[in-house]
C-alpha cells in the first residue's frame, strides 16, 4: 500500500483494449445467442463501470480510449503519462485457438499481467487479485510477467487484466451479463483503493464530488445533433471531462486535432463560458469546451 492520501490526489488512467472493429478479437459463434461477441464490447464496459466506481470513491479518471476506434497503444500510454496517471489499468479477454473444444477442453480463467521485475506493477495487482479471487468462480491463473506495451511504457504501476478467454463458451456469455461486468469493475476498484490507502465507497453512498452551477444556453438548439471537433493543435490536445466542469479533477480526456464527439446534446452555461455537453459513438455523456477558438461544429442537426 502506498501512503495514505485523498482519492481526489489521484489520477487513474483507464484503459479498454482494442477497439469495437479490431480484427479478430472476437468470439468464435455461440449457437445459443445467435452471434458472436467483440472483445472491446466486454472491455469497454467493465471500463466504464469501473471508472463509475472509482469517481464515486473520489478518484479522478482518464480514459485512454474514448472512441470506438482501435487508438493506438502509443496514444494511449502518452496521453496516461502527458496527464501525470497515478496508476493505469488495461481490461482485456483472453484467446487460445479460437475454437471451442467443449467442457474440460477449453482455456479457462483470469490473470493479471505486469511487466517484469517491477514491484509497483505486482503490488497493484496482489491488491486487485485479492477482490478478483472472491468473485464469479474462475480459474485464478496468477500474475504473470510479461512485454506488454501498456504496462512497459506507462510511468507507475500498471496492470492489464485478462478477465477470461474468448474460447471459453462459460466465459464468453460472461462477457455480456452485466452482473459480472459491474461485479469486476468494483473488485478492480476496491483494489485500487487498497492500493492507495483510500476508503471504498459503496453504491448508495454519498460521493465526493460537488456542483457546479449551469445553465442552458438560450438559441442554441442549432447545434444539437451535430458533430464538434477539436480545432486546437496544442501537443497536450484539448481537455474534455465527466462533469459539466471546467475542474481538472473530473478531466477525463484529450482530443488532439481533427477528433471530436459525433453529438452534440446541448449547449450550458459552466463557470461563465460555454460548454458542449456531447456523447460519444457509445452513448456516453462527456462535457468539452464550446469556445470557437477551440471547437467546430460540423454536420447536420
Not at 52 to 76: N, S, V, W, Y
Not at 212 to 220: N, R
Not at 257 to 281: C, H
Amino acid at each position: 500500500m502506498q501512503n495514505m492520501g485523498n482519492a481526489g490526489d489521484y489520477l487513474i488512467a483507464l484503459d479498454d483494449g482494442h477497439g469495437l472493429g479490431t480484427a479478430g478479437k472476437r468470439t468464435p459463434y455461440i449457437p445459443s445467442i445467435g452471434r458472436r461477441i467483440r472483445e472491446n464490447k466486454f472491455n469497454e464496459r467493465v471500463t466504464i463501470f469501473l471508472k463509475m466506481e472509482l469517481e464515486r470513491c473520489g478518484f479522478r479518471t482518464l480514459l485512454t480510449a474514448p472512441t470506438d476506434a482501435d487508438t493506438p497503444l502509443k496514444a494511449r500510454t502518452d496521453a496516461a503519462n502527458s496527464l501525470g496517471a497515478d496508476a493505469l489499468i488495461s481490461n482485456h479477454f483472453n484467446a487460445f485457438d479460437g475454437k471451442f473444444d467443449g467442457s474440460g477442453n477449453d482455456p479457462e480463467g483470469h490473470s493479471i499481467h505486469v511487466y517484469y521485475n517491477d514491484s509497483a506493477d505486482r503490488r497493484l495487482a496482489e491488491h486487485i487479485a485479492k477482490y478478483l479471487k472472491q468473485g464469479t468462480k474462475q480459474v485464478y491463473r496468477g500474475i504473470i510477467e510479461q512485454n506488454l506495451h501498456m504496462t512497459r511504457e506507462f510511468n507507475g504501476p500498471a496492470v492489464l487484466v485478462e478477465n477470461g478467454f474468448l474460447d471459453n463458451e462459460r466465459e464468453a456469455l460472461l462477457m455480456i451479463n452485466e452482473d459480472f461486468q459491474r461485479e469486476t469493475g468494483r473488485e478492480q476498484a476496491l483494489g485500487v483503493c487498497d492500493f492507495f490507502g483510500v476508503p471504498y465507497v459503496a453504491a448508495g453512498n454519498p460521493g465526493n464530488g460537488g456542483t457546479t452551477p449551469i445553465s442552458d444556453v438560450p438559441g442554441s438548439g442549432d447545434v444539437v445533433g451535430k458533430r464538434v471537433e477539436s480545432i486546437y493543435r496544442g501537443a497536450e490536445g484539448l481537455d474534455f471531462y465527466s462533469r459539466p466542469t471546467f475542474d481538472d479533477t473530473y478531466r477525463v480526456g484529450i482530443l488532439k486535432y481533427g477528433y471530436g464527439f459525433p453529438t452534440i446534446v446541448r449547449t450550458l452555461k459552466v463557470e461563465g463560458a460555454d460548454m458542449y455537453e456531447v456523447k460519444n459513438s457509445r452513448g456516453y455523456v462527456f462535457y468539452v469546451t464550446a469556445s470557437p477558438k477551440y471547437v467546430k461544429v460540423v454536420g447536420r442537426g
